[in-house]
């Protein structure tokens, strides 16, 4: 558009904004510090070296330094403002993204299969301390294995996300789960092994009251919902016999809240714990929980894993 | 160039960890809350705002607009993804940072704090380096300030 010439001029203007920006933390004290700069230059010491040096040339040809410095102020002021208006635009572009994602958020979060509540036909059978549920008679389609420890909280998140979702589909015969419960978070429990005392609890349960239509689910709900769960470090957790009433709670036979209270799986399902660990290693390369695998291949529990596994 | 180096590398940081984590926001849920620092009335809306915090960051120094304003805000949150991993380590947790995706706790040898800070680290030289110098090649900033360094 316009002369080489004067486009040249407005480039070297320009050098002098640029450098005059670097050594300010933004393009906004950039601008007061170069409005004033010519005083500051008179004061200050480190500043009159660049200012001697535009001061040179213009003392030679008066009229056209004069304009330069009259060009580049007004340039100067336009870029400040043009500075606002793209950070402005930037604040703008983010914010409008954020609000974008907070809706798919939401989305994306939001409890699967709410409303369907509680599982009242699945039953729960136990193979070498691993628990699989399904309901009985039916041919499920799909198998999982859901690795958990049960004071693992994402293991409450994806319980409180999917457990309705996962109770509907054993219902109804199209899902069977293979539970492993871990206990690699002992460690982080108020005492040293609730992960390991919550697993032989729940073979408690499944062994002595795995047949009735729906104990084993809703146990495991309990356990995990975040009324009940212990927190990591925290400073308590449940002891056997809390576990035990909360079995009873939940509609457990007296035999499994013995079975609880006295510890008599606990050696199978440390045992369990152990076994399931290295398959969880062999198959994902490390130990994190919840962790679904498919065909012995890890799942990506994204907010539509089940309905697109199950529709597969 | 390095200037060009600098702001597309961050900008492939904050795109690739951000959709990583939007795309799976239940794990970004739980790795957020693993770091036990937010109540959690506060954790899902952290674990839904920042991935799409890191996507922003990432577009905006993709086409170089408000380089030095995006550069100061990766800044920031680089500065506070690396206290947060220093303070699950120093309380002795056994997360995953959950930095590109994937998080929560994990079993106790299988902690990798100090990479995950040196990375981090690396993160924040490329945005210091930025806000140092914001005008690099092939940005909007430097596009806008020729055409309105043109008078009329």
Known sequence: MSGPGLAGSVEGNHSVAQSNNRRTPSGKSGATSKGVQPKAGQSKTPQPKPAAAKGSPAAKKPAAGRQSVAAARRSSNGNNRTQLIIGAIAVVVIIAIIIFGLVLNKKETAVQGEGYGASTQSVATVAEGVVTVAKPGATPGKTIDVFEDALCPICSEFERQFGQQMNQAIDQGDLAVNYHMLNFLNPRSFSGDYSTRAAAALLCVAQEGGTQPGLYLNYHSALFSTDNQPAEGGSADLTNEQLAELATTTGAPASAASCITAGTNIAAATAAADASSAALQAATGRIATPTVLYNGAPVSTTVDWLSTLLGQ | ?152
């Not at chain 2, 905006?60 to 607009?65: E, N, S």
């Open chain 2, 1 to 152: 160039m390095i200037g060009l180096l600098a702001r597309l590398g961050l900008a492939a940081v904050w795109l690739i960890s951000g959709i990583i984590k939007a795309v799976d926001p239940r794990t970004t849920v739980v790795a957020v809350r693993a770091y036990q620092i937010f109540p959690e009335s506060l954790v899902g809306t952290i674990a839904g705002i920042l991935p799409f915090l890191e996507i922003a960051l990432g577009v905006l120094l993709v086409i170089g607009l408000a380089t030095r304003l995006t550069a100061v805000l990766s800044a920031v949150v680089l500065v506070a993804f690396i206290a947060g991993v220093i303070s699950a380590a120093a309380r002795g947790l056994s997360i995953d940072c959950g930095c590109f995706g994937g998080g929560g706790d994990v079993a106790a040898g299988q902690t990798a704090y100090t990479e995950e800070i040196l990375r981090d680290l690396g993160f924040l030289a490329l945005a210091v380096y930025l806000i140092v110098r914001p005008d690099t090649p092939l940005s909007v900033d430097r596009w806008v300030r020729r055409r309105t360094g043109q008078p009329a």
